[in-house]
């Protein structure tokens, strides 16, 4: 009997405490730390400059032929580049702890609502009596303790405090914040440890904003992960210089930096969260 009881009293435990966290992520209670907010923005902003010079860049690179005016802006642009990286590589422990967190939030988030496949239909093949080929579909479903669970992660990455609306946060924490608060609705609307066979309203909300996360995450990921492509930089400068001094030099095989910065750059290990980023331990300078 005492088992039951507290087995029981464990369950309301859970629920209780997943109720809880659910409310305050609808009624906005929790955002990123402040520090960790400003160092995401101040990341944030640096990474769209770096790859507005980036895309000028790679324009130009797009013919073998480059013009004296031509040859001027990309050595321009890789001066803001080494710039914009060096200021980003000097305090690149933060960085990364930033980073790892917001990584560590996109994997909870990810995680809630989960893909099932369900067999429609069985069909027999045309070659063999004895074979059949199973018709399957993909259902949604989010399961009331992996819901808890990644209540519980997203909690520990985030801070106890409603976001003051005066201050200036980056669009990455805007779409955290956004995704948060569709998160704690799931508790009244989404009924728990059923598969819908199509995603509800709520849940293509929480879809889609994974996606979005994505790729907010994905140009910033790449360049701290990459040590902020700082020896790229360098290496790309010294062949602007030797193309300076021999005009035969080919363009693409001195200057090598195309397509370092894209927006559209894939995260090879965010699907694998235990493997995170190691903050570079060496100070490069230009």
């Known amino acids: 009997m005492n088992s039951n009881n507290n087995i029981s ?12 966290i659910a409310k305050a992520f609808r009624e906005g209670d929790y955002s990123l730390s402040k520090s960790d ?11 769209l400059e770096c790859l507005n010079y980036g895309w000028e860049i790679d324009s130009i690179l797009e013919d073998d032929k480059i013009s004296p005016h031509e040859f001027d ?16 590589e000097q305090n690149d422990d933060e960085n990364t702890s930033v980073i790892n967190k917001i990584l560590c939030i996109f994997g909870c988030m990810k995680e809630i609502i ?10 027999r093949t045309i070659l063999s009596m004895q074979e059949f080929n199973a018709v399957n579909e993909t259902g949604y479903v989010v399961e009331e303790d992996t819901y808890l669970k990644n209540l519980e992660g997203l909690v520990d990455c985030l801070e106890l405090e409603k976001l003051d609306p005066s201050r200036q946060i980056s669009k990455l924490e805007r779409e955290i914040i956004k995704a948060i608060k569709t998160i704690g609705l799931i508790e009244r609307e989404i009924t728990l440890n059923v598969m819908y066979i199509k995603p509800s309203f709520l849940m293509k909300e929480i879809i889609d904003s994974v996606e979005v996360l994505r790729a907010t995450i994905e140009p910033i990921y790449s360049l701290i992960h990459g040590y ?21 030099l080919n363009v693409g095989d001195t200057i090598k930096i195309r397509g370092l910065f894209n927006r559209t750059k894939g995260i090879d290990s965010l ?16």
């Open 9 to 20: 009293e464990k369950l309301r435990e859970k629920r209780e405490r997943k109720e809880e």
């Open 37 to 47: 907010s400003e160092i995401i923005k101040r990341v944030e902003e640096a990474v």
């Open 73 to 88: 802006q990309i050595s321009s642009h890789l001066e803001k580049l080494g710039e914009v990286t060096k200021k980003l």
């Open 114 to 123: 989960r893909e099932v496949k369900y067999t429609v239909d069985v069909k």
């Open 228 to 248: 902020y492509f700082r020896e790229e930089i360098k290496s790309a400068k010294i062949g602007i210089s030797l193309m300076s001094e021999d005009k035969s």
């Open 271 to 286: 699907e694998k969260l235990s493997r995170t980023i190691k903050s570079s331990d060496s100070e490069d300078s230009d």
